[in-house]
């Protein structure tokens, strides 16, 4: 029963994904299965904790359990309709060569591999006390978080103040199994993996006209030590791989739209980039280096007021969940002061200290390999483009970077140096996915050949 | 034109080389460690808990003591300070005695005994010491599991 609960739980997550990227995809004619595959799984958890939370504040147990059921069912069963409508067909791209073909079964294999190895380890500290908690919290409370919770001094170290995103996916399942399952929740970190390798493979190839570069890019991927060994990678159950997808998905697509002027790509880069602040509280930084970026590219293409309307729901994610903790009176965090010019002026001699942990950190091979070496290095090769397009990728890699790392100027901890050392990997992770988008493009020099994917 | 097409590729497969030639000691032992399972429903918090104080089934034997606690009153929880296990510890409990409100002190040896004299005992169901020795004036202690003590305030009625 408890295997049954957890495939209708998933399989009600990917309807509602696919509902919606099926009436986004519908009128392009065709839509590409692993694309809407990848984006299913993405909008699909973002849609199904988004409910949970929306409607938890006016029901309960099984009504709120049905509600969303019924919501993600009806949400397919639109997208469906909208298929049909446009006469929209499935297509599923296929290697053309042997390289293809073998470079395609790797990261298949990579994928089961990963899938497998998820289940051998536990979930991580974080994993298990910022996020699952609020998981289980909620499922003894008939699927809604206790007001209480937000509001408790002695349980502040679990960060009451963190976004759902993750956490209600964990709760769906959780209310489908029956029980709060910690070894089957962990299912949904590899399948974020497996949209990140696929919409890597996707987005490169695309962007390239190169499809081996895309698997290439994406066989590759498991190979960065901080994804699969290290203490935040997929296996521990931490937010921060899921929140690179969002990231890669939201930059990629951004700059497939600038390309083709394609509103529907706009849409996909909407939604991606408004469920970023949904995973992780840094995802206001990485929405707000997309917002810079993204004014940038459509200023100069002239498509303004198509880009800021996109804004729009990202913002109001952001603005509603704000609101709701103010609402809920949750327990302030106290690892940042609220930025200001006094403190930047005042931490102004922290600079030091802060750029040389990260570039120990960068140059730390157990967490990294030479990874931003070779990141750096695409880099270079986008910069020395000087075409706009691949400066703003160049930017969407090293933006994050910088915003993340200055955000230490405002730590409150005794030590902003351990504060650095102990949160700077998983941030950098948030960055990694997008980085090797950036390397498959330097990697490809020929003219692209978008018409093969 | 083609030697610097030769000299791109020749670049990136060194980078790509090197990259994986350095990754794969790291990523290779790390997908080998450990075995799949237990398949059970708290298998990451009853795993820590047993590593860190032997207790088995943590999640449902430690809630079950607590239970014995007065209805009413706070759980003080008592960390050592900068000793990330048994603050580790300290937030395993203060996950498992959910719905109770919990109090977590980082503390010394040296503070603990002034830490615990502060606290209004009207206010408090129990202490409980992660790693951290007890006052020995305090009474009635009960030896959870290693490193691991329960001082019970208030008892729930019969």
Same mark, same amino acid.
């Given at each position: 029963?408890?295997?049954?609960?957890?495939?209708?739980?998933?399989?009600?997550?990917?309807?509602?994904?696919?509902?919606?990227?099926?009436?986004?995809?519908?009128?392009?004619?065709?839509?590409?299965?692993?694309?809407?595959?990848?984006?299913?799984?993405?909008?699909?958890?973002?849609?199904?904790?988004?409910?949970?939370?929306?409607?938890?504040?006016?029901?309960?147990?099984? !009504?709120?359990?049905?509600?969303?059921?019924?919501?993600?069912?009806?949400?397919?069963?639109?997208?469906?309709?909208?298929?049909?409508?446009?006469?929209?067909? +499935?297509?599923?791209?296929?290697?053309?060569?042997?390289?293809?073909?073998?470079?395609?079964?790797?990261?298949?294999?990579?994928?089961?591999?990963?899938?497998?190895?998820?289940?051998?380890?536990?979930?991580?500290?974080?994993?298990?006390? #910022?996020?699952?908690?609020?998981?289980?919290?909620?499922?003894? #409370?008939?699927?809604?978080?206790?007001?209480?919770?937000?509001?408790?001094?002695?349980?502040?170290?679990?960060?009451?103040?963190?976004?759902?995103?993750?956490?209600?996916?964990?709760?769906?399942?959780?209310?489908?199994?029956?029980?709060?399952?910690?070894?089957?929740?962990?299912?949904?970190?590899?399948?974020?993996? &497996?949209?990140?390798?696929?919409?890597?493979?996707?987005?490169?190839?695309?962007?390239?006209?190169?499809?081996?570069?895309?698997?290439?890019?994406? &066989?590759?991927?498991?190979?960065?030590?901080?994804?699969?060994?290290?203490?935040?990678?997929?296996?521990?159950?931490?937010?921060?791989?899921?929140?690179?997808?969002?990231?890669?998905?939201?930059?990629?697509?951004?700059?497939?739209?600038?390309?083709? #002027?394609?509103?529907?790509?706009?849409?996909?880069?909407?939604?991606?980039?408004?469920?970023?602040?949904?995973?992780?509280?840094?995802?206001?930084?990485?929405?707000?280096?997309?917002?810079?970026?993204?004014?940038?590219?459509?200023?100069?293409?002239?498509?303004?007021?198509?880009?800021?309307?996109?804004?729009?729901?990202?913002?109001?994610? =952001?603005?509603?969940?704000?609101?709701?903790?103010?609402?809920?009176?949750?327990?302030?965090?106290?690892?940042?002061?609220?930025?200001?010019?006094?403190?930047?002026?005042?931490?102004?001699?922290?600079?030091?200290?802060? +750029?040389?942990?990260?570039?120990?950190?960068?140059?730390?091979?157990?967490?990294?390999?030479?990874?931003?070496?070779?990141?750096?290095?695409?880099?270079?090769?986008? =910069?020395?483009?000087?075409?706009?397009?691949?400066? !703003?990728?160049?930017?969407?890699?090293?933006?994050?970077?910088?915003?993340?790392?200055?955000?230490?100027? +405002?730590?409150?901890?005794?030590?902003?140096?351990?504060?650095?050392?102990?949160?700077?990997?998983?941030?950098?992770?948030?960055?990694?996915?997008?980085?090797?988008?950036?390397?498959?493009?330097?990697?490809?020099?020929?003219?692209?050949?978008?018409?093969?994917? | 034109?083609?030697?610097?097409?030769?000299?791109?590729?020749?670049?990136?497969?060194?980078?790509?080389?090197?990259?994986?030639?350095?990754?794969?000691?790291?990523?290779?032992?790390?997908?080998?460690?450990?075995?799949?399972?237990?398949?059970?429903?708290?298998?990451?918090?009853?795993?820590?808990?047993?590593?860190?104080? *032997?207790?088995?089934?943590?999640?449902?034997?430690?809630?079950?003591?607590?239970?014995?606690?007065?209805?009413?009153?706070?759980?003080?929880?008592?960390?050592?300070?900068?000793?990330?296990?048994?603050?580790?510890?300290?937030?395993?409990? *203060?996950?498992?005695?959910?719905?109770?409100?919990?109090?977590?002190?980082?503390?010394?040896?040296?503070?603990?005994?002034?830490?615990?004299?502060?606290?209004?005992?009207?206010?408090?169901?129990?202490?409980?010491?992660?790693?951290?020795?007890?006052?020995?004036?305090?009474?009635?202690?009960?030896?959870?599991?290693?490193?691991?003590?329960?001082?019970?305030?208030?008892?729930?009625?019969?």
């Amino acid at each position: 029963m408890i295997v049954l609960g957890l495939f209708t739980a998933l399989f009600t997550i990917v309807i509602a994904g696919l509902g919606v990227t099926m009436s986004i995809s519908a009128r392009a004619g065709r839509i590409n299965v692993i694309d809407c595959a990848c984006l299913s799984w993405l909008f699909g958890s973002g849609i199904v904790s988004l409910l949970l939370w929306i409607g938890g504040m006016f029901c309960s147990g099984a !009504v709120l359990q049905s509600a969303v059921t019924i919501t993600c069912l009806a949400l397919g069963v639109l997208g469906w309709r909208a298929k049909q409508r446009a006469n929209a067909s +499935f297509t599923l791209p296929r290697p053309t060569d042997v390289v293809e073909w073998v470079l395609g079964g790797i990261v298949l294999a990579e994928i089961a591999v990963l899938l497998f190895v998820s289940f051998k380890h536990t979930l991580g500290w974080d994993g298990l006390l #910022n996020w699952e908690i609020k998981a289980r919290y909620a499922f003894l #409370n008939g699927g809604v978080i206790p007001v209480s919770y937000y509001s408790s001094a002695g349980r502040a170290f679990s960060h009451p103040e963190y976004p759902l995103g993750i956490p209600f996916t964990e709760l769906w399942l959780y209310l489908w199994m029956g029980e709060p399952h910690q070894f089957w929740a962990k299912i949904i970190f590899p399948l974020f993996y &497996a949209a990140c390798a696929l919409l890597l493979a996707l987005l490169v190839s695309r962007l390239s006209g190169k499809r081996w570069a895309g698997l290439l890019i994406a &066989a590759l991927l498991p190979f960065v030590p901080s994804i699969t060994a290290s203490l935040s990678g997929i296996v521990v159950g931490y937010v921060d791989v899921p929140l690179s997808v969002f990231y890669l998905a939201a930059v990629g697509y951004l700059l497939w739209w600038v390309r083709t #002027n394609d509103s529907r790509l706009l849409m996909i880069f909407a939604a991606c980039s408004a469920l970023l602040p949904w995973i992780k509280s840094e995802g206001i930084i990485l929405w707000a280096a997309l917002v810079l970026l993204g004014l940038g590219l459509s200023f100069s293409k002239h498509r303004v007021a198509q880009f800021l309307i996109s804004m729009g729901p990202g913002l109001s994610v =952001i603005v509603g969940w704000r609101l709701y903790l103010k609402l809920v009176h949750v327990w302030p965090s106290s690892d940042f002061a609220r930025p200001s010019l006094s403190l930047l002026r005042e931490n102004a001699g922290r600079l030091h200290d802060i +750029f040389r942990i990260l570039f120990t950190e960068l140059s730390e091979t157990f967490h990294w390999s030479i990874f931003w070496l070779v990141a750096a290095v695409a880099v270079i090769y986008l =910069i020395a483009s000087r075409k706009l397009e691949k400066l !703003v990728l160049a930017g969407a890699v090293v933006l994050p970077v910088i915003f993340y790392t200055l955000i230490y100027m +405002f730590s409150t901890w005794p030590s902003y140096t351990a504060h650095m050392t102990s949160s700077v990997p998983r941030l950098l992770l948030h960055v990694m996915p997008a980085a090797w988008l950036a390397i498959g493009l330097a990697l490809s020099q020929v003219k692209p050949q978008t018409e093969r994917v | 034109m083609r030697l610097r097409l030769y000299l791109h590729f020749a670049l990136w497969c060194a980078l790509f080389a090197a990259f994986v030639w350095i990754s794969a000691p790291i990523v290779g032992p790390a997908i080998m460690e450990n075995r799949v399972g237990p398949i059970e429903a708290n298998a990451s918090i009853d795993t820590y808990l047993r590593a860190l104080t *032997g207790i088995e089934h943590g999640s449902e034997r430690i809630p079950d003591i607590f239970r014995h606690l007065g209805k009413e009153g706070v759980l003080v929880i008592f960390v050592r300070d900068e000793n990330a296990p048994s603050e580790f510890l300290g937030m395993l409990i *203060g996950y498992v005695s959910w719905p109770r409100e919990v109090r977590v002190i980082k503390a010394t040896e040296a503070t603990v005994e002034k830490e615990v004299a502060d606290i209004k005992p009207g206010s408090v169901a129990g202490f409980v010491f992660c790693s951290v020795d007890s006052p020995n004036w305090l009474e009635k202690r009960v030896r959870l599991g290693s490193d691991i003590i329960l001082v019970p305030v208030t008892e729930a009625a019969p």
